[in-house]
Structures are given as structure tokens and as C-alpha cells.
T-cell receptor, first 116, second 113 residues
Framework: EPEVTQTPSHQVTQMGQEVILRCVPISNHLYFYWYRQILGQKVEFLVSFYNNEISEKSEIFDDQFSVERPDGSNFTLKIRSTKLEDSAMYFC??????????????FGNGTRLTVT | SQKIEQNSEALNIQEGKTATLTCNYTNYSPAYLQWYRQDPGRGPVFLLLIRENEKEKRKERLKVTFDTTLKQSLFHITASQPADSATYLCALDPYYGNNRLAFGKGNQVVVIP
């Protein structure tokens, strides 16, 4: 079964550094998402992306965050200047293009970001 | 304020019994509700989706109900097995009809052999 893959599985960075988290969504999916989960907390929506632009973003997704689909397969999340509170598991997800709404999300296994 | 509430206490259940989890929400009017399974250190895995006009949905040993009057969904695992041990997440669309999901914190299930 096709799956969403994320790299790296674990990223350690120093406060103030830039990080790029990478994702390869399922190949025929057109809707892409980033969510995050702080340890012990709920999964939170960050941003959705369709047709090469942001569809929606949450209040968490401030100017320090950006997303990009640099080619036909990758989807990236960049954090420009990391803060300690950015430490979390970041999940990429994609959904079926045939269903614009209420389509199940297919999640990757996440990148654990640790900011020191 | 908007809330999605799931029981924070783990549910310990004997193998073969039915596990029932509750998801209550306030100040939402979702078009649908989804249930996911999450294992430690892994991403959520989709299980079932139920729409606002559906009362019940089944998939193999799983059953979900959705009561928009009570603002509640129940998730049942029948004939539970140790492999069902995981955290189960309830998720809904806070903005009617799109795919931006709001998740509950999850309810852990431990199936005892």
C-alpha cells in the first residue's frame, strides 16, 4: 500500500537555526498537510496546501514557517529560526484528490524535532 | 470555547471483550467525524469516517456511532485483541466541510491477554 514518507526521522538543532523537514506524499494525492504533536499533547493542524499554494493555515503557522513543493514529489516545511517551543513531532499528511472534503488523511511517521 | 474531549484515563480491557471509547465535542457543528489509531512514535492511521447524517458505521470489528444532538461519538472495538492496544484519536472538521481536522487528545486502550 502506498505511504507517506518523511525524512529525517529525528532532527536535533540549536535555537535560532533553520530546519527543513521533508515529506514525499502519496503519488496521486493533491492535498498536502503539516500537523504537529508536542509530546503528550494533541495533534494540531499547521497548514494545508493545494495547487501549489497554501489553502489554510493555523495561528501556529506564523512567519517563521513556510511550505514548498519544490518538485513533483517532495513537500517541505521550513522553520526559519527555531525556538525551544518548536520541539515536537511533525507529521506530513496527504489526501485523495477525488474527494475535496471529508477525505481520510494519510499520515507519515513523523520527524521528531528537538530544539536545544 | 471549542473542545474535543476524550477520556484521559487508559482503558484496560480483557482480550475478547468490547472496548468502548467516547468522544464529546462542544461548540462545533462538524460535517463529519473521523477516528484514527496512533501507536507510540508513529503517525495516526485512519480507521473510520462517519458523516453528520449517518448514525452508525462499521468496518470489521470496529463500529462508530455519531449523535449530533448529544454532540458525541462512540467508538467500539469488538472481540478485542492485544494487537488493538494503541491510542485512539477522534478528529472532526471545525470549519464545516473542509479537511482541516481538529483532534482530541486520544484515549489509550490496553488489551490484556
Amino acid at each position: 500500500e502506498p505511504e507517506v514518507t518523511q525524512t529525517p526521522s529525528h532532527q536535533v538543532t540549536q535555537m535560532g537555526q533553520e530546519v527543513i523537514l521533508r515529506c514525499v506524499p502519496i503519488s496521486n494525492h493533491l492535498y498536502f498537510y503539516w500537523y504537529r504533536q508536542i509530546l503528550g499533547q494533541k495533534v494540531e493542524f499547521l497548514v494545508s496546501f493545494y495547487n501549489n499554494e497554501i489553502s489554510e493555515k493555523s495561528e501556529i503557522f506564523d512567519d517563521q514557517f513556510s511550505v514548498e513543493r519544490p518538485d513533483g514529489s517532495n513537500f517541505t516545511l521550513k522553520i526559519r529560526s527555531t525556538k525551544l517551543e518548536d520541539s515536537a513531532m511533525y507529521f506530513c499528511a496527504s489526501s485523495d484528490p477525488a474527494q475535496i472534503t471529508d477525505s481520510p488523511l494519510h499520515f507519515g511517521n513523523g520527524t521528531r524535532l528537538t530544539v536545544t | 470555547s471549542q473542545k474535543i474531549e476524550q477520556n484521559s484515563e487508559a482503558l484496560n480491557i480483557q482480550e475478547g471483550k468490547t472496548a468502548t471509547l467516547t468522544c464529546n465535542y462542544t461548540n462545533y457543528s462538524p460535517a463529519y467525524l473521523q477516528w484514527y489509531r496512533q501507536d507510540p512514535g508513529r503517525g495516526p492511521v485512519f480507521l473510520l469516517l462517519i458523516r453528520e447524517n449517518e448514525k452508525e458505521k462499521r468496518k470489521e470489528r470496529l463500529k462508530v456511532t455519531f449523535d449530533t444532538t448529544l454532540k458525541q461519538s462512540l467508538f467500539h472495538i469488538t472481540a478485542s485483541q492485544p494487537a488493538d492496544s494503541a491510542t485512539y484519536l477522534c478528529a472532526l472538521d471545525p470549519y464545516y466541510g473542509n479537511n482541516r481536522l481538529a483532534f482530541g487528545k486520544g484515549n489509550q486502550v490496553v488489551v490484556i491477554p
